[in-house]
């Protein structure tokens, strides 16, 4: 780790929040984060987002103690309010895409930098909107067969074939759709400091 600025630590055990934390060329560890991320009653997902970013940080800051802590959460609403969180099975996948099928659904992404060293953090919600085209069942069964998108919110990986979902894509930061927005972070780290490139 650099010693020019407090240890870095994502925590998250997502393989695609990791891809996205290394374009920054930051050196940073990975520590995947236990915590229960029921949704509160009556609680907005707005707030929901960020509760569980902060929550995630918090969660691995006494293992790493003076550590800057990125924590993430992310859901996907449809224009009815409903939540679409991660499907885990094939059925509720299908379920998931067909409910998102030739309308507008909003990612929510929940992003906190938590300072272990003086229990200060910053936290925002950014959200993106991904227009989905007219999906047939079997167009969206080949799909979820194809990339198993049953660990990612609203079924998809944009990152991936999930973008031929798509008609229109609309937001401030693209990698918010992938679940860690790195515009807002690199803003964050400037207010620790680390000033990128």
Sequence with gaps: MSTEHPPLVLASSSPFRRELLTRLGLLFLCDSPDIDETRH?????????????????????????????????????????????????????????QQASGSTVTFLTGLCLYNAGNDQYQLCCEPFRAHFRELGRDAISAYIKKEQPLNCAGSFKSEGLGITLFRKLEGDDPNALIGLPLIRLTDMLAGEGIALP
């Design 41 to 97: 009653s009556g609680e907005a997902p707005e707030a929901l987002v960020q509760r569980l970013a902060l929550e995630k940080a918090r969660a691995v800051a006494t293992r790493h103690p003076g550590a800057l802590i990125i924590g993430s959460d992310q859901v996907a609403v449809l224009a009815d309010g409903t939540i679409l969180g991660k499907p885990g099975t094939e059925a509720r996948a299908i379920e998931q895409l």
